[in-house]
């Protein structure tokens, strides 16, 4: 059982600090956001996590979470302090290492004896060393330091600490490297062992992998639409050949999320500053920025123009599962379609108060899908969300004023859309024209 500090609340925070706990550690959730500290001493979740209100609940009935704003108490009595503070994307893509440093100087401030100090954010090569140098600037008690980055998925947060899939740990001493490989027992056998730098870059080389993959089967659709294939089949033949894996091949509208947009360009930033031209994780982005204007581009092809036109948006999410909308494709998609004269409305079962502060009144938001569907010229379909994937198609062609559907995700399959007359445009599949728009050459 280890006194751990988590410093930063947010869903990794939280999320790891609790599973920590749950594993039989003291663990003190702390956070500068005091609202948010308020909120969680009274049971209430600050974002939405399956599974997380239950865990969260046990543990502080057990004792062993507790949440406070008085940081510099939480590190005093902790012998192991993580970091987990946001590290947001600035306006020229680096890493904002703002709140970073500011916990590096508080820890410095306030550290009373030996302790061991864990970077858990994503941090470009190099952030271990300048926190290290932040932290001596303030004392001279001793410490180690550590980098051991979080893989964890939103949607799936729980699941992914609780049984994750490897640790990373990197340590400026061995004992160090002891104690926090110990703290992982319970959750995984595989532990890499490897310098705090090597630590911080595969963090980076994982993401920019998986967004990869994305970006690649995205290429490969737009090929497919160009040729009548189908991406759904060239994933399915790819994948199955264990070398390159069935995950992380599903084309669509590109990917979102606080993390893949934001550590690409992290990523990009790194290599330039050691002079090294990453050409490919520049393709990366530039295909996932293209894939959004390619949804609207679809649905200009079959509405002609959107000047008039209600194009109802399913899901704002950047993916099913989550309320978090950071650089999710709705954020930038609806925005384009209001400009080009259309009347948005837009469905998420969670999402919608996180748009709503971003977006405001550019559209009008509902947690109820056929409503938002009801007369609609258009749907355009942007998060997986089970409840669009189990839509009743016969009663969504019914009450729209016409049946066109544009799908960011691949739901449905070709031949229902065909039976049931909807002129159908997903992504790197053959498109399905309900027979009035064929003879109009769509
Ligand atoms: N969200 C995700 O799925 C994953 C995120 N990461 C990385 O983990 C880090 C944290 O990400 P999130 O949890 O999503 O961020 P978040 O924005 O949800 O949470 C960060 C929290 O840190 C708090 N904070 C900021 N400055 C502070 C300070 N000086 N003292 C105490 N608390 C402070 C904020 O109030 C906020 O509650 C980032 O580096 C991110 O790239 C890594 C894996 C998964
Ligand atoms: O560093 C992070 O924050 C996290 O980033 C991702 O997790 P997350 O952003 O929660 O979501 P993913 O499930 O990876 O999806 C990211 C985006 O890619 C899209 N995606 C995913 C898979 C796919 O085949 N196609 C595709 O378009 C999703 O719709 C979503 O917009 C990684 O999967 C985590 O391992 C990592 O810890």
């Known amino acids: 059982m280890k006194k751990i500090a988590m410093i930063g609340t947010g869903y990794v925070g939280l999320v790891s600090g609790t599973c920590f706990a749950d594993a039989g550690n003291e663990v003190t959730c702390c956070d500068i956001d ?54 947001p994307m600035t306006v020229t893509g680096e890493a904002d290492l703002t709140y970073i440093k500011q916990v590096a100087k508080t820890i410095g401030e306030h550290l009373n004896e030996y302790k061991v100090i864990v ?37 799936v947060a729980i699941k992914d600490c609780l049984n994750m899939e490897r640790a990373v740990i990197g340590a400026t001493s061995e004992n160090a490297w002891q104690l926090i490989a110990d703290l992982h027992r319970p959750f995984t056998s595989k532990i890499v062992k490897t310098s705090v730098e090597t630590a911080e870059l595969i963090k980076y080389a994982a993401n920019a992998f998986l967004a990869t993959k994305i970006s690649f089967i995205n290429d490969i659709a737009n090929i497919c639409e160009r040729v009548d294939a189908d991406v759904t089949k060239v994933s399915e ?35 330039q500053n050691v002079g090294y031209n990453f050409k490919l994780i520049e ?5 996932n920025e293209q894939q959004r204007v390619h949804m609207v581009n679809k649905l200009v ?60 009144y550019q559209c009008t938001y509902s947690e109820n899908l056929y409503k938002t569907i009801e007369n609609a010229d258009a749907c355009l379909v942007l998060t997986d969300w089970q409840q669009v994937r189990q839509i009743d198609l016969t009663k ?13 995700r691949n739901l449905f399959e070709l031949e229902t859309m065909e039976q049931l007359g909807f002129t159908y445009l997903s992504v790197g599949r053959p498109i399905v ?3 009035s728009l064929a003879t109009k050459g769509l």
């Open 396 to 408: 969504v062609k019914q009450i729209m004023k016409q049946p066109i559907l544009v799908d960011g």
């Open 237 to 271: 033949g790819i994948g199955l050949d264990s070398r390159i894996g069935q995950s992380f091949l599903q084309a669509g509208v590109g990917f979102g999320g606080s993390c893949f947009p934001k550590d690409t360009a992290a990523l990009r930033h790194i290599s």
């Open 301 to 360: 092809s079959a509405l002609g123009t959107l000047e008039g036109k209600t194009i109802s948006v399913l899901g704002l999410a950047f993916k099913p599962n989550t309320d978090d909308v950071r650089s999710s494709p709705a954020l930038d998609i609806i925005p384009q379609l209001v400009t080009m004269g259309a009347e948005v409305r837009a469905y998420d079962p969670i999402a919608v108060s996180e748009v709503k502060k971003r977006l405001g």
């Open 34 to 87: 005091q609202d948010k500290i308020a909120k969680l001493l009274q049971g209430s979740m600050p974002i939405y996590e399956p599974g997380l209100t239950e865990l969260v609940t046990k543990n502080l009935k057990k004792g062993t979470l507790q949440f406070t704003s008085e940081i510099p108490q939480a590190i005093s009595h902790a012998e192991i302090i993580y970091i987990a503070v946001g590290t």
């Open 433 to 435: 024209k309900q027979a």
């Open 119 to 155: 970077t858990k954010s994503t941090v470009p090569v190099g952030t271990g060393k300048l926190i290290a140098s932040i932290i001596k600037e303030q004392t001279d008690t001793p410490f180690d330091l550590v980098s051991n980055p979080e893989f964890l998925r939103e949607g």
């Open 283 to 287: 393709a990366v982005m530039e295909t």
